[in-house]
């Protein structure tokens, strides 16, 4: 079994500074055509991504939750299957005492990736992790899998890349989806 492992803000959603509402949640272009696409080549689609809103006490562990079945419900009006979602709730400066430590499904680490790798068998070989951060490169990396950098959140510029080395670039989801095509 092969997966496309995607970030969620910057990549599948428009990045906002903290999003906290659903009237924030905002698809981005060409964004459910991808995902189509992925799930007709055969990839699982697999969402993850940090979450410390929940850490910092702005948002529910429920909330968060809420906000990703609507994610997926307006997905798949348009045809695009999200197999499953894994977040991190934790961050090592976190306001809730409960989510305060240095865990391994915070990205960079590749946490929650191991762990949907491990739940629906997939393999390293042929599956990608697309995200807009070097956090989410390094995830990918730390997975062992093929990764690419979308251009499609204003992250883009981070200098953290000076350092981190993708194996691909591209513009948007849509252009991610072309190079997995070609590479699959």
């Keep these: ?15 906002v500074d903290v999003l906290r ?6 698809i981005l272009p060409g964004v459910a055509k991808a995902i189509k696409q992925i ?3 055969g990839f699982l689609t697999i969402i993850v991504t940090n979450q410390p809103v929940i850490a910092r006490g702005w948002l529910t562990e429920k909330q968060v939750e809420h906000i990703h079945d609507v994610l997926i419900k307006r997905l798949a009006k348009q045809g695009a299957k999200i197999d499953a979602i894994y977040y991190c709730p934790h961050h090592p ?6 989510y305060r430590k240095n865990c391994s499904c915070r990205k960079p680490k590749p946490g929650m990736i191991l762990k949907a790798m491990k739940k629906f068998g997939i393999s390293r070989r042929g599956s990608f992790m697309v995200g807009d951060h070097a ?8 997975a ?3 990764t690419i950098f979308v251009k499609s959140s204003v992250r883009s510029n981070d200098p ?8 691909f670039v591209g ?7 072309k190079i997995i095509s070609h590479e699959s």
């Design 144 to 146: 062992g899998l093929k």
């Design 93 to 98: 400066n976190a306001n809730l005492k409960k």
């Design 39 to 41: 799930n007709k080549l």
């Design 171 to 177: 513009k948007n989801l849509l252009n991610a989806v």
């Design 21 to 26: 509402r659903l009237s924030q949640l905002k």
């Design 160 to 167: 953290q890349f000076a350092h981190v080395k993708p194996n």
């Design 135 to 142: 956090w989410d490169i390094m995830a990918g990396k730390a």
């Design 1 to 15: 079994m092969r997966a496309v492992f995607l970030d969620r803000d910057g990549v599948i959603n428009k990045e």
